[in-house]
Structure formats: structure tokens, C-alpha cells
């Protein structure tokens, strides 16, 4: 790494900190002021509140990585133009070629960042802010339906990966912060959708190799699953103090019923959607999410092409402060259309790799158009 490429890295990544800090700060001060409502209520005290505050800034690290890269840039460079060192650098033949370079080698730092929170740190640590508010809370998670939770999942001859005998549709009152499942049902159909069992669970417990110990079981078997052509047909019935089931559901297909798919990593999407799919459920909006996490740490690299054409505006009083302020309102606008194209696509079926990929296209093409500009002039 030369000089100028040593230079350029440590004036930016020290500017780029330090705006992340600033909006992580600004980000928990207003979470933390909606976290105050509920503390003295059920155990939830305020070091429950900091701590779920705390877990919760990996994720926004993930999100505001870009921003905090096009401003920390965009404030750099101005200080270069504003001190004529940039103008300097040109004369000593720094081409906008090679400046593009730097910054290029620069991004691949920011992207493998952006890439660890959002693959690793953020996935785990909004999980487990989830788990300490809940526990605190003494409370369970449970869908905003009366009936608990749904899934479907198939039934197979050898466990996981024979052929396909069945349906399974399963339900449960609610999931403790631990995993553990009360209030469990399970209706199993046969390949004619015929109801061929119902198994009724006071709680179950996941113990690994996508099996659960079902507990104070009591199960109903219908003859030949024809109860619904024929009410008189025979049925078994029989109650136990536990079972093992092997299902395709484990506790990482439960946790994304109540995750924010933005929040999930990359390889959670796809298993799901892949769950998704083979219970023939809709997955446009996991695909789409799953996309997105595999291109919005490209999107470092287009905040950066955005940043580069502020290098050749030369502002005099009030320059810095002018190209921050446009820096935010760029990436405040890089956000906001990349939601609103998330839901565009949702609502017009585009294709997922589309939805999630023209934003960052349509900024860099802008940022191309501009650094064409202001270099030929």
C-alpha cells in the first residue's frame, strides 16, 4: 500500500467512525426512551432496558454502515478540496481512475464489516435482546393470533429425508424464551388430505437432529384417515407420558415467525425459503430479504462512487458543512427507496433479484453520471 492509499485509509476510516458512533448514539438514545414505558412493569427493570438497547446496535451498525461510509467519505474529501490537498494529488497525476481505485480498496474493508454484522453479530444479538426482554418480562412469545403459532411442515418415511407420506400442520400456545413449546397440537394428513392423526401435547422440548420430546401426550389415530368420508370409522386412542417426533420444524424455522427478515442472516433466509417452498407457501418476501442481504454490502461501494465527485467541488465558506448535509440527504434517500422498493416488488411480484438490486444500480449510475461531470470540467 503506498503512501497516499495509507493516507487516504486513515483519514477515512477515522471519519467514518466517528459518524457511525454518532448515529449509533442517536439510534439508542431513541430506543432507550421507548424502552423506558415498560420499565417497573414485570420485572423489567432498566439495566434490562440498556442491555436490550445494547444487543440491539449490531444490527443498526449493519444498517447505517453505508451512511456512515458516504458521509465519513464525503467529509474526508471536502476537507482534501477545502485545503487544496486534493488539488495537489491531481497535479501530482492522481487520476480519477486511481482515486476511484483507492477508494474501491478502502470499500472492501467496509463490506467485510457490513458483512460480519449482518451475517454473524446482528442475527445473534437481536435474538438474544429478544430472550432477555422476554425473560425479564417473565413473558412468552406467541403470534397475534388466539390460537398461537402455526406451521406446516411434510411428513416423511425415514425421518427428514424420505419420501413425502403426509402433512403435518403444527400449532403451539406459545415458545418460552428457552425454546420450550407449550400447548402443543399437531394434525397430520394423510397424501389424500385425509385427517389421519392429532396429537395433543402439554409441552415439547427440542433435543437436537430435528426431534422434539413431546410431553403428557395424548394422540388419536383414525382408520385409514377416512373420518372425513365416514364418521363411524374406528380411531385409537391413546395418552402417554412422552413421544419423539421428528419433524422438518426445529427452533430456528420457529424464531423466524417473529424475526424481521432484515434482521436475519443470509443463510437463515434461504433455509427458510427452501422450507417455504417445499410446503408450497408463499416466499417472495424471504427471497427478496435474501437478496438484499447479499447485495447491501455492495452498497458500500456505491456510497463511495457517490462520495468521490464531492473531491472536485471546491466550496469556500460553509463547504464542509454543505457536502455533509447532502451526504445525509443521500443516504437517507439511498434508504428510504431501498424499503420502498422492498414493498414495491412484494406488491407487484417483480423478480426478487431485481427489487433488491435496482436501487444500488440506480445510485451508482447516478454517481457515475455526476464523477463524469465534474471531471470533465
Known amino acids: 500500500m503506498s503512501v497516499l492509499e495509507r493516507y487516504f485509509a486513515s483519514e477515512i476510516i477515522r471519519s467514518v467512525l466517528f459518524a457511525l458512533l454518532a448515529f449509533l448514539s442517536l439510534f439508542a438514545f431513541f430506543d432507550l426512551m421507548g424502552e423506558l414505558q415498560d420499565v417497573g412493569h414485570n420485572g423489567y427493570m432498566l439495566q434490562n432496558a440498556m442491555l436490550y438497547v445494547l444487543l440491539g446496535m449490531p444490527g443498526y451498525v449493519y444498517e447505517l454502515m453505508p451512511i456512515a461510509t458516504l458521509i465519513g467519505t464525503i467529509y474526508?474529501?471536502?476537507?482534501?478540496?477545502?485545503?487544496?490537498?486534493?488539488?495537489?494529488?491531481?497535479?501530482?497525476?492522481?487520476?480519477?481512475?486511481?482515486?476511484?481505485?483507492?477508494?474501491?480498496?478502502?470499500?472492501?474493508?467496509?463490506?467485510?464489516?457490513?458483512?460480519?454484522?449482518?451475517?454473524?453479530?446482528?442475527?445473534?444479538?437481536?435474538?438474544?435482546?429478544?430472550?432477555?426482554?422476554?425473560?425479564?418480562?417473565?413473558?412468552?412469545?406467541?403470534?397475534?393470533?388466539?390460537?398461537?403459532?402455526?406451521?406446516?411442515?411434510?411428513?416423511?418415511?425415514?425421518?427428514?429425508?424420505?419420501?413425502?407420506?403426509?402433512?403435518?400442520?403444527?400449532?403451539?400456545?406459545?415458545?418460552?424464551?428457552?425454546?420450550?413449546?407449550?400447548?402443543?397440537?399437531?394434525?397430520?394428513?394423510?397424501?389424500?388430505?385425509?385427517?389421519?392423526?392429532?396429537?395433543?401435547?402439554?409441552?415439547?422440548?427440542?433435543?437436537?437432529?430435528?426431534?422434539?420430546?413431546?410431553?403428557?401426550?395424548?394422540?388419536?389415530?383414525?382408520?385409514?384417515?377416512?373420518?372425513?368420508?365416514?364418521?363411524?370409522?374406528?380411531?385409537?386412542?391413546?395418552?402417554?407420558?412422552?413421544?419423539?417426533?421428528?419433524?422438518?420444524?426445529?427452533?430456528?424455522?420457529?424464531?423466524?415467525?417473529?424475526?424481521?427478515?432484515?434482521?436475519?442472516?443470509?443463510?437463515?433466509?434461504?433455509?427458510?425459503?427452501?422450507?417455504?417452498?417445499?410446503?408450497?407457501?408463499?416466499?417472495?418476501?424471504?427471497?427478496i430479504a435474501f437478496w438484499k442481504k447479499l447485495i447491501y454490502p455492495l452498497s458500500v461501494f456505491v456510497m463511495l462512487a457517490m462520495a468521490l465527485p464531492f473531491a472536485y467541488l471546491h466550496f469556500r465558506a460553509g463547504g464542509v458543512s454543505l457536502k455533509i448535509f447532502t451526504g445525509i440527504m443521500i443516504g437517507v434517500s439511498f434508504l428510504l427507496v431501498n424499503n420502498l422498493f422492498a414493498h414495491l416488488g412484494l406488491l407487484n411480484t417483480w423478480s426478487p433479484f431485481f427489487t433488491a438490486a435496482l436501487p444500488s444500480m440506480f445510485f451508482f449510475s447516478i454517481a457515475a453520471a455526476t464523477l463524469y461531470m465534474v471531471d470533465r470540467h
Open 76 to 287: 474526508t474529501l471536502a476537507q482534501f478540496a477545502s485545503r487544496s490537498e486534493f488539488t495537489i494529488m491531481r497535479v501530482s497525476s492522481l487520476s480519477t481512475v486511481m482515486a476511484a481505485k483507492i477508494l474501491a480498496k478502502i470499500g472492501i474493508l467496509f463490506m467485510l464489516v457490513t458483512l460480519l454484522f449482518g451475517e454473524v453479530l446482528a442475527p445473534k444479538s437481536s435474538e438474544l435482546a429478544e430472550k432477555v426482554r422476554l425473560e425479564a418480562q417473565g413473558a412468552s412469545v406467541s403470534q397475534q393470533f388466539r390460537s398461537g403459532l402455526w406451521a406446516k411442515d411434510q411428513i416423511r418415511a425415514n425421518g427428514v429425508h424420505g419420501s413425502v407420506i403426509g402433512t403435518r400442520f403444527f400449532n403451539a400456545q406459545s415458545i418460552s424464551p428457552a425454546g420450550r413449546l407449550e400447548g402443543v397440537r399437531l394434525y397430520e394428513l394423510d397424501n389424500a388430505f385425509h385427517l389421519a392423526k392429532i396429537i395433543i401435547a402439554g409441552s415439547g422440548d427440542y433435543v437436537g437432529a430435528n426431534t422434539w420430546r413431546l410431553n403428557e401426550v395424548t394422540e388419536t389415530v383414525f382408520a385409514d384417515g377416512k373420518t372425513e368420508r365416514d364418521i363411524t370409522a374406528p380411531l385409537s386412542l391413546r395418552k402417554i407420558p412422552s413421544t419423539m417426533l421428528v419433524s422438518e420444524i426445529t427452533p430456528e424455522i420457529l424464531s423466524v415467525l417473529f424475526s424481521d427478515p432484515d434482521r436475519m442472516s443470509a443463510y437463515d433466509l434461504l433455509s427458510y425459503t427452501r422450507h417455504l417452498a417445499a410446503n408450497n407457501q408463499h416466499t417472495e418476501r424471504y427471497e
